[in-house]
């Protein structure tokens, strides 16, 4: 199947550095202590956080930092009766292995083990990679979210207490965890929770010898690699790096910085919504108008 055609368009009409459209909204779930849905094209989540709260099972109390858990779901009407292919080498079976990125050099990039990255991120001690298969998917993908919002959450002003993350997909199309882990931002930011920045996340790709930014299902499923990239946009640290197939490591780069370009812009969407949330606060208790 071509995915780019001679006019330089995707099959849903999009450049290839193009993304799809993105939209949020927070407080959307009004028990929780924060929330938020996000979009990305036709795919969409919501995030509800609770706490910080009393730590529920005592034996996983912490004295010096506060015990973050998440839960990764998909309701039964998200997607339809549809198989996923296989990409590059890998075989459909087996467990997803998480292990940080920075003792895996030969799958990510030498360069980046223990010095800077030739585009100019540091890896940071949360950043990890995401070897082949798919079962387990929800444990595996739990825990990816639980590990990259804990590099930006500021746990050690919450000692002895509890966050909870729970992130359900509504519909997916593609970039399932990036969006799952840009509705966390939100959610944690309506929750007030400190953190030492935004978290964003956003896929990149590399299908008929052109990278794509923003993968949809239909790309993403091609069996082609993809690379999803989380970061902390002012700090300049990478959160979360996985790589599905294999790239040469010059064209890894350039698919790398796609995804961290999309990251950006997730970011700026989200810091918007944060303003104008903000914004209709201030008016609501009278303080403008």
Request: contains cysteine; hydrophobic residues 35%; proline residues 3%.
């Amino acid at each position: 199947m071509e995915y780019v055609n001679p006019e330089g368009l995707r099959l849903d009409g999009r450049r290839p550095m193009e993304m799809r459209q993105l939209r949020a909204e927070i407080g959307v779930v009004s028990r929780a202590d924060g929330s938020a849905s996000f979009e990305m094209g036709n795919t969409k989540v919501i995030a509800a956080v609770y706490g910080p709260r009393e730590v529920q099972n005592r034996s996983q109390q912490m004295n010096d930092q506060a015990l973050v858990r998440c839960e990764y779901s998909m309701a039964n009407f998200s997607t339809g009766d549809r198989r996923r292919k296989t990409k590059g080498d890998r075989t459909g079976g087996g467990k997803r292995t998480v292990i940080p990125a920075l003792n895996c050099s030969y799958l990510v990039v030498q360069k980046m083990e223990g010095i800077q990255s030739t585009n100019g991120y540091w890896m940071d001690k949360k950043t990890y990679s995401i070897g082949v298969g798919f079962s387990g998917r929800s444990t595996e993908i739990s825990l990816v979210i639980r590990q990259t919002m804990e590099a930006c959450i500021l746990t050690h002003l919450m000692p002895r207490s509890q966050i909870d993350i729970y992130v359900q997909v509504l519909q997916a199309d593609g970039g399932t965890r990036s969006a799952c882990i840009n509705a966390a931002t939100l959610a944690l930011a309506d929750a007030g929770i400190p953190m030492r920045d935004l978290v964003t996340s956003c896929s990149a790709g590399y299908l008929n010898s052109t990278p794509l930014l923003d993968l949809n299902y239909l790309e993403d499923s091609a069996g082609g690699a993809d690379v999803t990239v989380g970061i902390l946009p002012k700090l300049d640290k990478v959160t979360l790096l996985q790589m599905d197939a294999k790239l040469p490591m010059d064209i890894f780069e350039n698919v790398m910085q796609l995804a961290v370009e999309g990251c950006k812009a997730v970011e700026s969407h989200i810091r918007e919504i944060l303003l104008e949330n903000a914004q209709t606060l201030v008016i609501r208790q009278g303080y403008g108008s």
